[in-house]
C-alpha cells in the first residue's frame, strides 16, 4: 500500500497540508515518515525539500541546514538545488543571528563573505564585543567591516563606531 503512487501522492498531500497551515513540526514529521518509507519514490526529491522548509519555518535552523545538505547530496540536479544553497546561507545567517554567538557570526561572515547578509553579521559581531565592552576587539571588528564592505548601510555606522571604541579604549 505504502508503494503504490496514489497512496505516496496522499501522504505528501497530507504534509503539505500540515506545512501550509503553519503546523511544520507535523509537516516535517509527516515528510521524514515518508522519506523513511519510500526513499526511492518519485516524490522523494520534494519530500525532502519540504523537510527542510518545514525546519527553517520552525525556526530550527541547524536541522533545516542538515536537510538542505542533504537534499543537495540526493538531488543536486533538481530545480530546487539553486535554492537549497541559498537557503543554507540564510538559515546560516539566521541562527549565527539570533544567537549573539560570536564565534558563531564570525564563522558566518568567514565561510559566506560575498553574500549579502555578510555586512549585517559583521556589524553585528562588531556590536556584540562593543556592548561586552570588549573594546579592542568591537573596534577591530568594526575596522573590518569599513575595510571588507565599505558601500554597505553599515559602513558609515561602523566607521564612527572605530572611533567611539577607540575612545573608549584611552
Avoid at 103 to 119: D, G, I
Amino acid at each position: 500500500f505504502p508503494g503504490s503512487p496514489l497512496a505516496q501522492e496522499a501522504m505528501i498531500q497530507i504534509g503539505q497540508l500540515y506545512f501550509q497551515g503553519r503546523k511544520y513540526q507535523l509537516a516535517a514529521k509527516a515528510f521524514s515518515d515518508f522519506l523513511v518509507k519510500c526513499p526511492n519514490s518519485t516524490f522523494s526529491a520534494e519530500a525532502q525539500w519540504f523537510l527542510a522548509q518545514s525546519h527553517y519555518n520552525a525556526e530550527d535552523f541547524e536541522k533545516a541546514i542538515k536537510q538542505y545538505e542533504v537534499f543537495l547530496a540526493k538531488y543536486p540536479g533538481d530545480h530546487k538545488a539553486v535554492d537549497a544553497r541559498k537557503q543554507i546561507v540564510i538559515a546560516s545567517y539566521r541562527e549565527a543571528s539570533q544567537s549573539n554567538n560570536p564565534t558563531l557570526l564570525a564563522r558566518f561572515v568567514k565561510t559566506y563573505p560575498e553574500s549579502s547578509q555578510a555586512p549585517e553579521a559583521q556589524y553585528q559581531l562588531a556590536r556584540l564585543f562593543f556592548e561586552r565592552k570588549s573594546w579592542a576587539q568591537a573596534s577591530v571588528q568594526f575596522r573590518k567591516l569599513v575595510l571588507d564592505y565599505p558601500g554597505t548601510s553599515q559602513a558609515p555606522t561602523a566607521f564612527l563606531d572605530v572611533a567611539q571604541a577607540g575612545e573608549l579604549l584611552k
